[in-house]
């Protein structure tokens, strides 16, 4: 993947610009496997391990923040896919490298009809849709006197509209769009219900019983996400150490930036805190691989502190970031400077609801405390 990051960095401006990854980029991923890691090997997938899928992300973050959380999302929403049923499988999965989209955000209505759904209403933050194939659209059902019940519906795109209304300051050219559904009948097959899933039960006959596919898709998106993080504060890093020695601090003795000791200072301790952010990282990764592979359950403590975790290693690598960007000097806020984009990246995706680090960590702390953790997104 590093071979790639010349050419994606060179386009991460543009891309920006344009409000969505470009169609190089796009198709230069696709033509290296990122689509396939989740995929299952019977369509030509990968099923690649999960400390793998987090080292390339990361490189494709390092390169541009929005293009790498374009590519986990879609390479996250592959693994969903994959618990639909088997039905439904066939259809979206006509080739491995067939890209998928979604969001967990329930904007649409999902009313019975004619062996399925018609679905009604908007899904924002609809992360890559101008390129993807399909969308996993989330809606609420109402299904009588109860509460309603939450589903992923798989829409294929050309069934959707997308508003054109991603104009942001951070993670900028992952096109996150709204997209919208106007009466569009989904059949049965092509219905996941998130509850369910949540609890750990597929709908894939194939796929149930497949150790990788049994990796819960919250905790994997904890680890998709940390590798977006990651990958931006190591970028930032390696920005910083090249620029220090090409210019000075204005109005000081020093006219090379690398030999003050002010540097030393900013340098050393944001790069410690990329390093424990790595560490965290690594800990809940072989958390999520050790279950997979021994079938033990996780307890409830377990999966609130890898939400913490994702939380706290986002909020280390925006603290390293923030620090080398007031670091870097008054000429690093050129557009064409990366440091500038990286810590908006950062920024934006530590407000993500599944990521923000207060959040994440009250709801650790619930448990802790031995309360319920407040929300089934564990």
Same mark, same amino acid.
């Given at each position: 993947?590093?071979?790639?990051? &010349?050419?994606?960095?060179?386009?991460?401006?543009?891309?920006?610009?344009?409000?969505?990854?470009?169609?190089?980029?796009?198709? #230069?991923?696709?033509?290296?496997?990122?689509?396939?890691?989740?995929?299952?090997?019977?369509?030509?997938?990968?099923?690649?391990?999960?400390?793998?899928?987090?080292?390339?992300?990361?490189?494709?973050?390092?390169?541009?923040?929005?293009?790498?959380?374009?590519?986990?999302?879609?390479?996250?929403?592959?693994?969903?896919?994959?618990?639909? &049923?088997?039905?439904?499988?066939?259809?979206?999965?006509?080739? &491995?490298?067939?890209? !998928?989209?979604?969001?967990?955000?329930?904007?649409?209505?999902?009313?019975?009809?004619?062996?399925?759904?018609?679905?009604?209403?908007?899904?924002?933050? #609809?992360?890559?849709?101008?390129?993807?194939? /399909?969308?996993?659209?989330?809606?609420?059902?109402?299904?009588?006197?109860?509460?309603?019940?939450?589903?992923?519906?798989?829409? &294929?795109?050309?069934?959707?509209?997308?508003?054109?209304? /991603?104009?942001?300051?951070?993670?900028?050219?992952?096109?996150?769009?709204?997209?919208?559904?106007?009466?569009?009948?989904?059949?049965?097959?092509?219905?996941?219900?998130?509850?369910?899933?949540?609890?750990?039960?597929?709908?894939?006959?194939?796929?149930?019983?497949?150790?990788?596919?049994?990796?819960?898709?919250?905790?994997?998106?904890?680890?998709?996400?940390?590798?977006?993080?990651?990958?931006?504060?190591?970028?930032?890093?390696?920005?910083?150490?090249?620029?220090?020695?090409?210019?000075?601090?204005?109005?000081?003795?020093?006219?090379?930036?690398?030999?003050?000791?002010?540097?030393?200072?900013?340098?050393?301790?944001?790069?410690?805190? !990329?390093?424990?952010?790595?560490?965290?990282?690594?800990?809940?990764?072989?958390?999520?691989?050790?279950?997979?592979?021994?079938?033990?359950?996780?307890?409830?403590?377990?999966?609130?502190?890898?939400?913490?975790?994702?939380?706290?290693?986002?909020?280390?690598?925006?603290?390293?970031?923030?620090?080398?960007?007031?670091?870097?000097? #008054?000429?690093?806020?050129?557009?064409? !400077?990366?440091?500038?984009?990286?810590?908006?990246?950062?920024?934006?995706?530590?407000?993500?609801?599944?990521?923000?680090?207060?959040?994440?960590?009250?709801?650790?702390?619930?448990?802790?405390?031995?309360?319920?953790?407040?929300?089934?997104?564990?």
């Amino acid at each position: 993947m590093r071979e790639l990051q &010349p050419l994606i960095r060179s386009h991460a401006l543009r891309a920006e610009r344009q409000g969505r990854v470009t169609g190089e980029v796009v198709e #230069a991923l696709t033509g290296a496997g990122i689509y396939r890691m989740n995929v299952p090997r019977r369509f030509g997938g990968y099923q690649t391990s999960l400390r793998t899928q987090v080292d390339v992300l990361s490189e494709v973050s390092a390169a541009c923040g929005s293009t790498g959380f374009m590519a986990l999302i879609q390479a996250g929403c592959a693994f969903i896919a994959a618990l639909f &049923p088997d039905e439904a499988q066939d259809e979206i999965f006509t080739g &491995p490298d067939v890209r !998928v989209g979604g969001t967990l955000i329930p904007g649409s209505r999902a009313v019975a009809a004619d062996g399925g759904y018609v679905v009604n209403g908007n899904s924002p933050f #609809a992360t890559g849709c101008q390129d993807a194939d /399909w969308h996993l659209l989330t809606a609420l059902a109402h299904t009588g006197d109860g509460p309603p019940q939450m589903l992923w519906l798989a829409i &294929p795109m050309a069934e959707l509209k997308v508003l054109d209304d /991603w104009n942001v300051s951070g993670l900028a050219a992952s096109g996150s769009n709204t997209v919208v559904a106007q009466d569009v009948h989904v059949p049965a097959h092509r219905v996941l219900p998130v509850g369910p899933l949540l609890a750990g039960v597929s709908e894939s006959r194939r796929n149930s019983a497949d150790p990788f596919y049994r990796m819960p898709v919250l905790l994997l998106f904890c680890a998709w996400t940390a590798a977006n993080a990651l990958g931006l504060a190591r970028a930032a890093l390696t920005q910083f150490g090249e620029r220090i020695h090409q210019r000075g601090i204005t109005y000081t003795v020093y006219e090379r930036q690398h030999e003050a000791p002010v540097t030393h200072l900013q340098f050393a301790e944001a790069t410690m805190k !990329v390093a424990s952010a790595e560490l965290i990282a690594a800990d809940f990764v072989g958390l999520i691989e050790a279950r997979a592979a021994d079938g033990e359950p996780y307890t409830m403590q377990e999966r609130a502190r890898i939400r913490a975790q994702c939380g706290y290693l986002t909020r280390l690598c925006k603290e390293a970031a923030d620090l080398i960007g007031s670091a870097s000097g #008054a000429s690093s806020l050129h557009r064409e !400077v990366p440091v500038q984009r990286i810590v908006r990246d950062l920024n934006a995706l530590s407000l993500h609801s599944f990521v923000n680090p207060a959040a994440n960590l009250e709801l650790y702390g619930r448990v802790l405390s031995g309360l319920d953790a407040g929300t089934p997104f564990l």
